[in-house]
């Protein structure tokens, strides 16, 4: 098992930043990535950016690249994401999740790759 916390989120207004912060404990030497999704009130949950715990890669949303990044410290098993140039649709709850299974390939888009997650932290985006 995994457990995940984050911490982070606020209220900031368009133009501002944030950095969304991830803590894993437990079984973390089995994990394949991690990565953030967001869900806004009304829609479905949906991807935002993912790290591969091996060599590093990363993978982003196109509505975030270039304004948001994914990062780790691996002495302290955190996952960050700094979200620079915020706009009001960045407004959701964001979850980290962490996988420790490759279900589906190097699809780290896909909700169902991950199978651990945390309990959000909501970031609201004034105009």
């Known amino acids: 098992q995994v457990q995940l916390v984050e911490s982070g989120g606020g209220l900031v207004q368009a133009g501002g930043s944030l950095r969304l912060s991830c803590a894993a404990s437990?079984?973390?030497?089995?994990?394949?990535?991690m990565g953030w999704f967001r869900q806004a009130p009304r829609k479905e949950r949906e991807f935002v950016a993912a790290?591969?715990?091996?060599?590093?890669?990363?993978y982003y949303v196109d509505s975030v690249k270039g304004r948001f990044t994914i990062s780790r410290d691996n002495a302290k098993n955190t996952v960050y994401l700094q979200m620079n140039s915020l706009k009001p649709d960045d407004t959701a709850v964001y979850y980290c999740?962490?996988?420790?299974?490759?279900?589906?390939?190097?699809?780290?888009?896909?909700?169902?790759?991950?199978?651990?997650w945390g309990q959000g932290t909501q970031v609201t985006v004034s105009s």
């Open positions: 999740a962490a996988a420790d299974t490759t279900s589906y390939g190097s699809r780290w888009y896909e909700r169902a790759q991950y199978n651990f």
């Open positions: 437990g079984r973390t030497g089995f994990m394949y990535a």
């Open positions: 790290l591969l715990w091996n060599g590093g890669a990363t």
